[in-house]
């Protein structure tokens, strides 16, 4: 078993709408969680950081942890064309991220 | 306040060479890792250096291999370059990437083609 999944495909979302992304991770003692966004020929940006149970909103992103299902997710509200990248959850601990392999997003004007 | 500094940007090397890669973390940031990406591999943790120490490796072969120096400036170095081994390789800087749990933040990564 990974330990970090991302298994949704490429996801298509209409400018304005809610693009939604999850994570699933095998490590119950993590208590660090991160998403990085991905420009295509560019390195990963951190946007979010997330270390509770619970939400986390910054702007138009918001973080959701549960650690007792261990699944992390991403909300991005009003989808914009420059959200289109490849997102990456991590999850830290032993002095290193794991991440997952990413998911796609396309906005679509 | 400057980001992370990998150098160079690019390199084209020929198998069987040996390659070193630079990375200046931000000021004050005493964590530093390093990861590979590839299309097919995603991004996979290589090793992880704090205070000049080794703390994590990753699973991969000992051709790889880092050093930290006394101002957190890192280096990287892979031996007899196999065709496998292009990539782009990534940096990341945090104050201390402890199981608490800190911010990293990239560089701009460099790309490794190897032929």
């Known amino acids: 078993q990974k330990e970090v999944e991302q298994n949704s495909g490429p996801l298509s979302v209409p400018e304005g709408a809610i693009a939604s992304l999850n994570c699933t991770y095998s490590d119950r003692g993590s208590q660090s969680f991160f998403w990085y966004r991905q420009y295509s020929g560019k390195s990963p940006e951190l946007i979010m950081s997330?270390?509770?149970?619970g939400d986390k909103e910054d702007g138009r992103f918001t973080a959701q942890l549960n650690k007792a299902s261990q699944y992390v997710s991403l909300l991005i509200r009003d989808s914009q064309p420059s959200d289109s990248a490849t997102y990456l959850c991590?999850?830290?601990?032993?002095?290193?991220?794991?991440f997952g392999k990413g998911n796609q997003v396309v906005v679509i004007p | 306040k400057a980001g992370v500094t990998q150098t160079p940007r690019y390199l084209i090397k020929t198998r069987g060479q040996q390659v070193t890669l630079s990375c200046s973390p931000i000021?004050?940031?005493?964590?530093v890792s390093w990861y590979q990406q590839t299309p097919g591999q995603g991004l996979q943790f290589l090793f992880e250096?704090?205070?000049?120490?080794?703390?994590n490796k990753g699973n991969f072969p000992g051709r790889f291999s880092g050093r930290q120096f006394s101002n957190s400036r890192s280096e990287m170095n892979v031996s007899t370059l196999e065709l496998g081994d292009s990539a782009l390789y990534l940096c990341a800087s945090s104050l201390a990437l402890t199981d608490l749990g800190t911010e990293a933040f990239f560089g701009q990564g460099t790309r490794l083609t190897v032929v």
């Open positions: 250096y704090f205070s000049e120490t080794q703390r």
């Open positions: 991590a999850q830290g601990g032993n002095n290193r991220l794991a």
């Open positions: 997330i270390y509770s149970n």
């Open positions: 000021s004050g940031h005493r964590s």
